[in-house]
């Protein structure tokens, strides 16, 4: 069975600052793995998705994570954080094609100080 | 286009009496999923409709959850008998299938459930 885990269920950063949200996964066969956002009150949206086809994908808002498969990890960042980032995000996996059910982890609320 | 929809927005009941949440998926989205959001699970997955195959129920969490997909498009999700511990918010996802990649699936803004 898959699993996810992410480090630091809140993560506080100054604007302008690095951002990085830590995921980890467990998983028997090859992953696909995603980060979706969720603003306050609202659904989650996807941010960026990894297929096999590349190890480090781009996504939305300048967010982009990196596929290790020694380190059976895939770490959000983005440069330089802005205030519209706080939100809470959401790390996920699949492994059959993404028709399958999503195993998400606990999420990470951040929060960007001005 | 028009993404997933869900109604009601916010539903309020009492212990014991049942509801239905409505799910609209996105036009040609062959695929739907239902998830659940407390505070106390995270986010969990509930069920999963697939065309015309039969619906993986694995994630349900009691007889007391069911749910149905009439003519492939709208789900309405009911729990029977409500109890406290149903608070949460109720997600509903659909996704297009394609051979050979992840297919995203895209989130409609949920049903806010309250058990008084």
């Known amino acids: 069975a898959q699993s996810v885990t992410q480090l630091g269920s809140h993560v506080s950063v100054s604007e302008g600052a690095l951002v990085l949200l830590r995921c980890n996964y467990s998983?028997?066969?090859?992953?696909?793995l995603f980060w979706y956002v969720q603003y306050p009150n609202q659904g989650l949206q996807l941010l960026l998705k990894?297929?096999?086809?590349?190890?480090l994908v781009k996504g939305i808002n300048g967010f982009e994570a990196e596929f290790k498969k020694s380190e059976t990890s895939f770490h959000l960042t983005k440069p330089s954080a802005h205030m519209s980032d706080a939100a809470e995000y959401f790390c996920?996996?699949?492994?059959?094609?993404?028709?399958?059910?999503?195993?998400f982890g606990k999420g990470t609320k951040l929060t960007v100080n001005p | 286009g028009a993404g997933v929809s869900q109604s009601p927005s916010n539903k309020v009941t009492e212990k014991g009496k049942d509801v239905e949440l409505r799910c609209d998926p996105i036009?040609?989205?062959?695929?739907l999923y239902w998830y659940r959001q407390s505070l106390g699970q995270g986010l969990e997955f509930l069920i999963y409709?697939?065309?015309?195959?039969?619906?993986?129920k694995s994630g349900l969490p009691s007889d007391r959850f069911s749910a149905e997909r009439t003519g492939g498009s709208v789900s309405t999700l009911t729990i029977q008998r409500t109890q406290q511990e149903d608070s949460a918010v109720y997600l509903c996802?659909?996704?297009?299938?394609?051979?050979?990649?992840?297919?995203?699936?895209?989130f409609g803004p949920g049903t806010r459930l309250t058990v008084l």
């Open positions: 996802a659909s996704s297009q299938i394609l051979s050979g990649d992840a297919d995203t699936q895209y």
């Open positions: 990894y297929t096999s086809a590349a190890t």
């Open positions: 036009s040609g989205h062959t695929a």
């Open positions: 409709f697939q065309g015309n195959s039969a619906p993986d």
């Open positions: 998983s028997s066969v090859p992953p696909y």
């Open positions: 996920a996996v699949t492994t059959q094609g993404g028709s399958e059910k999503l195993v």
